[in-house]
């Protein structure tokens, strides 16, 4: 909680003195118990005094997004975070940046990559973070990350903060799953030659998510109320798993919901495409000449990006 004073002196539990507020540290028996929703009550209390304003869908939408593609680096007994994207989604680094209220963005631009990168300096403003995370993430290898790079900051900056652990799953009621699709979501379509149909040309129109472990792949195919052991398979090429979805009528659960729940980065230029597709495809104009022409000019979306 928040105290309206400089300076505390407590026997039971330990204080930090921030500029404009102090908040505690202090473990609470209520945190104990697993997490089965988002909260953020600890975050709101030591958020930066210049930023009251608590966007919850924003932030819900940025855990996904950073259990995709977020670090939480431990170097040399130090902590470390940070978000890397390309310079063309560099404005939503901005955004993070304004609804955290804390955080630096640097560029990094050479033969390989032309890159943004959010980053996390300071004591503060690593107790922030670790507000935000602790008992909000949902993915298994987040979570083992997540408690060894807490475990370092407490001893990096005699904190006593408990790691609370959590059982929040994927919903179609929160913008979680958005966040993840925007780190590791892919769409496609595209037309290929097909024998038996009677144009010559086949649909195919599909959702991916790849994963190294799959454990978040299982609760996302439980979201379509896929009974059987189906649509994740395991790539030996990479040795990971890959959620897919091609079933038409499943399909509309996710555009319905990505509409509710808009992705961020560029991949919303290619949902935009993809959705079009896949409006045609239920309407089957793929099935006529003039409806087939527009799905392959609308399949071109990734070449017409490039360019």
Same mark, same amino acid.
């Given at each position: ?31 104990? #118990? ?6 953020? *009550?600890?975050?709101? *209390? ?14 819900? !939408?940025?855990?996904?997004? +950073? ?6 680096? /431990? ?6 975070? %940070?978000?890397?994207? %390309? ?32 980053? /996390? ?27 060894? !790079? ?15 652990? *959590? ?8 913008? !979680? ?10 769409? #496609? ?16 129109? %599909? ?7 799959? %454990? ?38 996710? +555009? ?12 919303? #230029?290619?949902?935009?495409? !993809?959705?079009? /597709? ?30």
């Amino acid at each position: 909680m928040i105290k309206n004073f400089l300076l505390v002196y407590r026997v039971d539990q330990q204080e930090i003195i921030c500029p404009c507020y102090v908040y505690s540290t202090r473990r609470r028996s209520s945190e104990t #118990a697993r997490r089965i929703a988002f909260q953020f *009550s600890n975050f709101t *209390s030591s958020k930066p005094c210049h930023n009251v304003k608590v966007d919850t869908t924003f932030l819900i !939408w940025l855990i996904g997004f +950073v259990e995709g593609d977020g670090s939480f680096i /431990i170097s040399h007994n130090k902590v470390y975070f %940070d978000l890397t994207q %390309d310079l063309k989604d560099i404005n939503l680094l901005y955004e993070i940046k304004s609804v955290l209220g804390f955080g630096k963005i640097l560029t990094r631009t050479d033969k390989h990559r032309n890159v943004g990168v959010f980053y /996390i300096t300071g004591k503060h403003n690593f107790i922030r973070l670790a507000h935000l995370f602790n008992g909000n993430l949902i993915t298994n290898h987040k979570k083992h990350q997540f408690k060894a !790079w807490l475990n370092v900051l407490n001893k990096q900056y005699n904190q006593q903060i408990e790691a609370i652990n *959590s059982d929040i799953q994927p919903s179609f009621n929160d913008s !979680w799953l958005s966040g993840f699709i925007d780190a590791e979501g892919c769409f #496609a379509a595209r037309v290929r030659s097909c024998n038996t149909s009677r144009s010559g040309k086949r649909l195919l129109i %599909d959702f991916t998510i790849s994963q190294k472990q799959p %454990d978040v792949l299982i609760l996302i195919r439980n979201l379509f109320n896929i009974k059987a052991q189906t649509n994740i398979r395991f790539d030996p090429s990479w040795k990971g798993y890959v959620f897919y979805l091609s079933n038409k009528k499943l399909l509309i659960y996710l +555009v319905k919901y990505l509409q509710r729940y808009c992705l961020k980065t560029k991949k919303s #230029a290619d949902f935009s495409k !993809w959705s079009k /597709i896949h409006k045609l495809s239920m309407k089957k104009a793929h099935l006529t000449e003039h409806g087939l022409i527009e799905i392959i000019k609308l399949s071109n979306w990734k070449k017409d990006l490039k360019s």
